[in-house]
Every structure is written in C-alpha cells, then in structure tokens.
C-alpha cells in the first residue's frame, strides 16, 4: 500500500447510490457535510492510539481481571523469553481477535447489512455465549476446576509453562471480545477509514488497533524495570485468582442485563439454565481432575454434563431472537425516544437539542448516563435552557439509528451531539463525558 494513498472517510456508495452519509442528509433537507480523507499513515497511527487509549476505557473494566491475571504471569516468568512469549502470545490474541471481528464486519457490510462496531452483541445468541464464557473462567478462577487459561494453573513456575502463554493469547482474544462494544477518543476515525478502505488496508488498521492495545503488555515484558514493578510470584497467587472470579461473575450478570433488554425474561431465563449445565459440567470435570478413586464414574459425569450442554445450549441459542422494542413514552426527565422526524420537529421550533446515542451493552454510555447527563445539575440546566433531550437505543442496532451515526462520521456509540437553538451544525462531545464538559458545551451551544 503507498504511503501517499487516501481514504474518504464516508461509507461506499455501492450500486451508484447515495451513501448512507448522502442519503440521511439529503431526507433531513439538509447539505451534506464535505467528505475528509485519512492517509494511509494516519489512519495506522489513529488506529494504534485508540487502541492504546482503549485500555483507560471503561469497556474494558469486564476483563481487568483477566488482564491482571495476565501480568501477574508476565511477574512469574523467570526469563526474558518466557516474558517475551507471553506478551507475543497476548499481542497475537488482540490482533487476531480484532481482524476476526473486522472481517466479520466487512462481510456483513458487503452483504448490505447496515451494522457497525459492536454488531455482535445486538445478537441475543452471542451475548449468551460471552455470559457463558466469563461465568466459566469465573469458576476456574474460584477453583472448581482446572484449566491452563490465562497461566492460573498454579504458582511459580506454572504461571510461566506452556499453559500460561496459552492463556496470555486467550486473554487477548477476550480482552477484544468483551471490550469491543465502544470506540475509544482516535479509535472512530480509524474504524470509519477501514472500512472505506481496500480489504487488505482495512485488516491493517484493525490488525494496529491491536497492536495498540497489547502495547502496555509489550512494555512490561520487554522493559525489566517496568516488569520489576510487579509484586513477585506466591502462594498470593492463589488468592489472587480467587477473587478476580467475583469481577467475571459481575461481567456475566452484566450481560444476562444486557440480554433481557434484547431477549426479554424468557432469554434471561434461558441462558440462566445454560449456566447451571455448563456449572454441573465443570464442577464435574474438577471433581475428576482431584479425584484419586471412583475416576471412572466422574469421567462419565463429565461427558454427560458436556452432553448436556450441547444438546440443550445448541438448540437454546438457535431459538434465541430480539424482542421487539418497547413504544416509545412520553417525555420525562430521560427525554424522548430520538427519531429523524421529532429532530426535523424540534430544530424546525428553533430549540436546542442534545442526541445520546446509547446501547445496553455499551459500558461506557451507561457510566456517562450515571456521571453526566443524569445528575440533577445538568437536568436543571436543560430545563432552564429548554433543551429537549433525545436518546437512541442502539442495543438492537437499528438501522435508522446506524446510519445516523453513519451520517456524523461515527461507527459505534457513544455518541453525543448539542444542536444550538435557531439552527447551526450540532457540537459533538467527546465519548467521555463528565457534568462540567455537558454543562460547557451547553454554554457554547446556547450562548
């Protein structure tokens, strides 16, 4: 790829028509905003910063403690090469987890499915199954049974063998799987030029967004006085695993929230039963692996667990389908339900209008929600100021809302834009929010 190549950062037109951009500007009666490109170069190195910045975002808090776990390992590595291994075996993790769920993207994207970043837990099936998995590693991480994931396996020496650089690469590909839901600051722009890029640039910009994400793992395994700052290995490592599973737990109950937003009780439900197989099925395979008599008859409980697992999750997750979304209320203090028609309404009545483009499993827009825009001050200063407030639920990725976002340069949530009163172009907030930068930009819009 040249060094001097462009990307428009605006989504392909396909067949000769308007792009979403075009398309949602021209049904508003409004000009569509002029098209920025992003070089080759700086779109690797916004990729590779939003990768970065993406370890302080709160998405990724469900895995802190997988990725403690995993520095803890690099800490009991005794050479400079098992430390090396373990941060290429993680490295390996982000970036392969990063291009898979890329590729997944542009195929859907081709296929004229209008989806963006975090597509896969608008789907009831997949959040099921990353429940699953956290409430899997939370039972290992508490001891009922044993596996080489992520290098817990014991102490010493057993943080730094074969199963514990194995696990580093598993905690990359999870680390991405649960934090891939939100965009951090750097991270939207390099998305938007993937995806209007050629194939093979476009796996390079998601291949740097891992890159970027592994980097404070390369550090501590490549620079011995950073490594040195973690504490030595020990018996407390024991003790560390067990209580990094209480965080797992809270992921996986995070995420049955999640599903009953999609799925409804009967989801939640569902999934809750899948867990008991799964918890009977480990419990099991961790009464064989201690057991010193009667091995057979615990190896016959295992694989029946395991059966049971398949035989009931498999068709569970097929049966799995969205609820559809409830009507939308009147007005409260959590605004309205955003639709193009009531912004067209409003902007048309010269107020001014603060969008929240929101989604459950979006871990970041529930915490701006809780520190920002729900506390009591910016409530009163939008009423003061007769702000109407418009929230987008994009759990289901509703494609209304996806080319919205589409249309203001964005590929995932959240995303947050003040429109002034008596018209003008809507000031975008950055993705995290506090009460003072709301109540600022409030300022600027408002005068």
Not at 214 to 221: E, F, G, K, M, N
């Amino acid at each position: 790829m040249p060094e001097e190549a462009r990307f428009t950062l605006a989504l392909p037109q396909g067949d000769g028509g308007p792009g979403p951009q075009a398309a949602w500007f021209a049904a508003q009666g409004q000009p569509s905003p002029p098209s920025s490109a992003t070089g080759w170069g700086e779109a690797l190195l916004l990729a590779y910063l939003g990768g970065l910045v993406l370890n302080l975002m709160p998405c990724v808090f469900p895995v802190l403690a997988v990725k403690a776990a995993g520095l803890a390992a690099l800490r009991g590595a005794a050479r400079t090469e098992q430390k090396l291994a373990h941060a290429a075996a993680y490295t390996a993790g982000t970036v392969l987890s990063f291009c898979g769920i890329g590729l997944a993207l542009l195929a859907l994207r081709s296929g004229g499915e209008a989806v963006g970043w975090g597509f896969q837990f608008a789907h009831p099936a997949f959040v099921v199954v990353t429940a699953w998995l956290l409430f899997a590693v939370g039972l290992n991480f508490s001891g009922v049974f044993e596996a080489e994931i992520p290098g817990l396996a014991g102490t010493g020496q057993g943080w730094a063998g074969r199963g514990g650089v194995f696990g580093s690469f598993a905690t990359g590909l999870l680390a991405v799987l649960v934090a891939s839901p939100c965009t951090a600051p750097f991270m939207g722009a390099a998305l938007v030029a993937a995806l209007a890029a050629p194939p093979a640039a476009s796996l390079g910009i998601f291949a740097m967004l891992g890159l970027g994400l592994a980097s404070p793992y390369v550090l501590l395994a490549s620079f011995s006085p950073a490594a040195r700052l973690l504490p030595r290995p020990g018996r407390w490592m024991l003790v560390l695993r067990e209580v990094l599973a209480f965080p797992m737990y809270a992921a996986a109950c995070w995420l049955l929230w999640v599903l009953a937003q999609e799925a409804g009780a009967d989801g939640v439900l569902a999934a809750s039963g899948g867990a008991c197989l799964i918890g009977f099925a480990v419990w099991s395979l961790g009464r064989l692996q201690r057991a010193t008599s009667g091995r057979t008859a615990w190896r016959g409980l295992t694989l029946a667990g395991a059966a049971a697992v398949l035989a009931v999750g498999v068709p569970l997750l097929a049966r799995l389908a969205p609820t559809p979304p409830a009507a939308a209320g009147p007005a409260d203090a959590t605004g309205e339900a955003f639709t193009p028609a009531k912004l067209a309404a409003l902007r048309a009545q010269g107020r001014p209008v603060f969008i929240d483009m929101t989604a459950a499993w979006c871990v970041t827009c529930l915490l701006n929600e809780r520190v920002a825009l729900d506390r009591a001050g910016v409530r009163a200063a939008f009423r003061q100021a007769g702000v109407a407030l418009l929230r987008g639920d994009w759990t289901r990725q509703d494609p209304g809302l996806t080319a919205f976002l589409h249309a203001h340069g964005s590929e995932g949530v959240p995303l947050y834009l003040f429109y002034p009163g008596g018209g003008g172009a809507p000031v975008q907030l950055p993705q995290i929010l506090t009460e003072g930068s709301v109540l600022a930009a409030l300022r600027q819009t408002t005068g």
